[in-house]
Each structure stands twice: as structure tokens, then as C-alpha cells.
């Protein structure tokens, strides 16, 4: 319905509506009429004397011939008014109806537009294969992705019957590439039923037809539904079994992604990639962008099954990294022996504080002060600046400590960071200059009196 209509509608149902309370706001006309006045003494004797002063008449009262007056008609009743309310109702309804039929046809014309785009798109797709189809299954053969369409199709239409009685004496290469298919798409009997009518099996596809055979066993006959715990445990059969690439053909991006979110389940596919020696496979992989928690989650599986490697080069994939990535991250370099080749140029700024309390954590105090002060000693927080300099303290490093503390006097100062000072001071009590130290615990405490670490420090020097 166009706009204009519609905004008619609604103006004439809200003059409508004004009209009817106007109505029923307005009292009725009622005659005015006034009550009779009292009738007091005097004004009944004035008129009795008015009655007997006219003379009393003996001659007959004259008797008119003419017909009587008709009475006058009653007054005719004023006319009712108009239903003011019945005509704002119908305005509803109206508007109303109207309103809906605008949006059934644009729903109609919606659903219209759909279905030919859905004719058009089926009319441009080429026709699906059908099992029947010898071309489509030669040509299937020798391409993996019309192969899969084929099985994708045979199976939709549960023509599987139909498809394994015309495989009866096909070539050893056809069976094998159409029991691949077969094996992705999780119909492990028909992948079965193809590998056992070839005339010459490997000890590699003799385990898959065992092991796909006890899996359809299995399922006690029933259709494959949520097929994924399933395929895992199939999965981890053929690799235990030594079948790497068939195990590995069962992990499908889509497996690989919903294992992430299982522990167990996420150290049982990356120990197959780990157990088929391809960690650089599933790192081509997951260079395309996942979720943080998918490379978080294998990065452990794969440090846990002692691959660190593999593992660092998950910790660099996840955007941003968290104090667990960094923890992971410097025990990865530690295992591969390159804490001094540290990358500090793949870590960002707002994470440098991260990867140096990591660090610390691991003893490695010397590159924790090379990953804080390294080109970015003007960008230092506060925050920064107190770990650098317990890194100076643990290192007993004063001419690093000196250079930060001169830092510090000239962008921070005592009234604000106090808490620099102090460390500033454990770090010359500890190097053996006592005087520095005291100097500073008295200068805090003459302008913070109260802070106890500044008073501690001075009776450990004995002041």
C-alpha cells in the first residue's frame, strides 16, 4: 500500500475519533424551567376581591358551532446523533485490512522472488550425477571433487544399494578412490562394502575395512546421526593402527574446529597429526583465521605431546595473547633453547609487560629487562617501570637500575610514584650502597611519614 494512503487512513481515524468524544463530552438541551413561587395571603384576598367585584351573568354562555381545534402534534424528537464511534470502528477495521493486505503481498512477492532465484540457480547447476550414470561415475574416478558430489548424491537419495551392485568388477583404483568419498561422508558400510569387493587389499586398507566394519557394528544398524564422537574414536583407531592418512582424511576442518572446545578430544587430534609426523599440516591449516580459543587449545595439546614447536607457532597465530599464551610462549623457547632469540618485534607494546613477568616467572630476569627497556625506554608505564626495576634487583644490575631511577625523577617524580623510589632503594640496599638507600627511605618518609616500607628500610640499615 503506498505511504500516502496509509497516512490518509490514520489522519481520517484520528478526525474521527476527536469527533466521537466531542459528542459524548456534550450534556443534552433541556428546557429551562422554573419552579413555582409561594402563594402568601395577601395576594389570595386581593384576588377574591377581584372575583366578586365583576357582575354575575344569568344569559346562557354562547356555544360555538365551530368544530374544535385540533390539537397541536407533539414536538418531533430531535434527531439522534451520529454514531461517531461505529464510524471510527469501521476506520479501524479498514485501515486495518488494509495494513495486512500490504504485507501479505509483500510476503508473497518475497516468497516469489525466491523461488525464482531458486529455479535459476537450479536451471544454471549442472544436473546432479546419478549412479546410472556411467560417465558421471568414470569421470568421478579420476576427480576428487565430482567424486564426492557423486557419493553426496547417491546417499541423499539412497540409491547405495543401486550404486554398490553396479561396482560389482570395476578396476581396484575405482573402488578405492569412491571408498575415500565414502569414508568422509561417514557412510563407513558402503566405504566397507567397497574395500572389501576389491580384488587385492594392502595391510594399510585391510585395517581401515576391519576397523570400518566394527564401527558400522557399532551403530547397531542405525543411520548415521551426529557422527562426530564417532568418527574420533575412528579416527584414533586407524592411527593407533598405523593407517595414518586414513585417520587423518577423517578429521575435516569442521572436526578439527568442534574438537577445540574438549581437552581430551583436542590432544587426540593433534596427536594423530604428531603420530602421521604432519604438525606442519595442521599449521597450514590453522593459519586461516580461527577462534583465540582454538589456537590456545591446541597450542597446550601440542606443548603437552612434547612438540613445542608446533606449539609456539600456534601461541604467534592467536591475536591478542593473554598472560597463559606468554607463559606458553616463553616455555616453548625455553624447550627449544632460544630465550636470547626472542622476536620482540611480533610482540606488541601494551603486551611487552606480559611476556616480562612471564619471564621473571621462568627465571629468565636478564631478557624480561631486554623485552621492557628495549628501544621504548621513553614508553615505559609505571607499571613497567617497577618491573624493570625488580629485574634490576634481581640481577643486582645498579647501572640499569640508575639509568631508570634518573628515568623516573625526571617524568614521574616522588609525589606521584613513591612506590619507584622505594624499589629504586631496595635495589642499591641489596648492590651494597647503603648511603643511596638510606638517603632515599629518609627523603620518602620526610614527605609520606606514614609509609612503613620507607621506616623497614632504615632499621635494616640500622638507622
Given at each position: 500500500m503506498p505511504r500516502a494512503t496509509l497516512l490518509t487512513g490514520a489522519a481520517a481515524l484520528l478526525l474521527l475519533s476527536a469527533a466521537a468524544a466531542r459528542a459524548q463530552e456534550e450534556p443534552p438541551v433541556q428546557r429551562a424551567v422554573s419552579a413555582p413561587g409561594p402563594i402568601d395571603g395577601q395576594a389570595a384576598a386581593r384576588y377574591r376581591q377581584a372575583q366578586a367585584a365583576v357582575p354575575s351573568s344569568t344569559a346562557p354562555a354562547a356555544v360555538s358551532t365551530a368544530p374544535a381545534p385540533a390539537p397541536a402534534p407533539p414536538p418531533a424528537p430531535p434527531p439522534p446523533a451520529p454514531p461517531y464511534g461505529l464510524y471510527a470502528a469501521g476506520a479501524v477495521l479498514v485501515?486495518?485490512?488494509?495494513?495486512?493486505?500490504?504485507?501479505w503481498k509483500k510476503r508473497r512477492d518475497e516468497a516469489a522472488r525466491?523461488?525464482?532465484?531458486?529455479?535459476?540457480?537450479?536451471?544454471?547447476?549442472?544436473?546432479?550425477?546419478?549412479p546410472d550414470d556411467e560417465a558421471a561415475l568414470l569421470a568421478g574416478a579420476a576427480d576428487e571433487a565430482k567424486r564426492d558430489a557423486a557419493a553426496d548424491y547417491i546417499l541423499r537419495a539412497r540409491r547405495t544399494p543401486e550404486f554398490l551392485a553396479r561396482c560389482q568388477g570395476r578396476p581396484d583404483?575405482?573402488?578405492?578412490?569412491?571408498?575415500?568419498?565414502?569414508?568422509?561422508?561417514?557412510?563407513?558400510?558402503?566405504?566397507?562394502?567397497?574395500?572389501?569387493?576389491?580384488?587385492?587389499?594392502?595391510?594399510r586398507e585391510?585395517?581401515?575395512?576391519?576397523?570400518?566394519?566394527?564401527?558400522?557394528?557399532a551403530r547397531g544398524g542405525r543411520p548415521?546421526?551426529?557422527?562426530?564422537?564417532?568418527?574420533?574414536?575412528?579416527?584414533?583407531?586407524l592411527s593407533r593402527r598405523g593407517a595414518h592418512d586414513e585417520a587423518l582424511s577423517l578429521l575435516s576442518p569442521a572436526l578439527i574446529q568442534k574438537a577445540a572446545g574438549s581437552a581430551a578430544d583436542c590432544r587426540a587430534v593433534a596427536g594423530m597429526f604428531r603420530a602421521a609426523n604432519r604438525a606442519a599440516d595442521f599449521l597450514a591449516v590453522a593459519r586461516s583465521r580461527k577462534h583465540p580459543q582454538f589456537y590456545q587449545a591446541y597450542a597446550r595439546a601440542f606443548h603437552e605431546l612434547k612438540d613445542p614447536g608446533t606449539a609456539l607457532g600456534l601461541v604467534l597465530m592467536k591475536q591478542p595473547r593473554d598472560a597463559p599464551d606468554y607463559a606458553l610462549f616463553v616455555a616453548c623457547h625455553k624447550e627449544l633453547e632460544g630465550i636470547g632469540q626472542i622476536g620482540l618485534a611480533a610482540v606488541p607494546d601494551a603486551e611487552r609487560a606480559l611476556l616480562a613477568q612471564s619471564l621473571m616467572d621462568a627465571g629468565e630476569d636478564a631478557a624480561a629487562l631486554r623485552a621492557l627497556r628495549e628501544e621504548?625506554?621513553?614508553?615505559?608505564?609505571r607499571a613497567e617501570l617497577a618491573l624493570a626495576l625488580e629485574a634490576c634487583r634481581r640481577l643486582k644490575d645498579i647501572g640499569s637500575a640508575g639509568?631508570?631511577?634518573?628515568?623516573?625523577?625526571l617524568t614521574v617524580g616522588l609525589g606521584d610514584a613513591p612506590e619507584l623510589y622505594l624499589e629504586?632503594?631496595?635495589?642499591?640496599?641489596?648492590c651494597g650502597l647503603a648511603r643511596e638507600a638510606r638517603d632515599i627511605y629518609e627523603e620518602v618518609l620526610r614527605r609520606f611519614p606514614g609509609r612503613a616500607e620507607a621506616a623497614e628500610g632504615l632499621r635494616r640499615l640500622g638507622v
Open positions: 485501515l486495518g485490512g488494509a495494513i495486512a493486505a500490504s504485507v525466491r523461488a525464482a532465484e531458486a529455479a535459476r540457480l537450479k536451471a544454471a547447476a549442472p544436473p546432479p550425477p546419478r583404483d575405482f573402488l578405492a578412490a569412491y571408498a575415500g568419498s565414502f569414508l568422509k561422508l561417514g557412510a563407513w558400510e558402503v566405504a566397507a562394502a567397497l574395500l572389501q569387493a576389491k580384488q587385492a587389499r594392502s595391510p585391510q585395517v581401515l575395512m576391519q576397523s570400518l566394519q566394527a564401527a558400522a557394528a548415521a546421526g551426529e557422527v562426530y564422537a564417532e568418527t574420533l574414536l575412528l579416527a584414533a583407531e621504548r625506554l621513553e614508553a615505559l608505564s639509568q631508570l631511577f634518573q628515568h623516573i625523577k629504586h632503594a631496595r635495589v642499591c640496599e641489596e
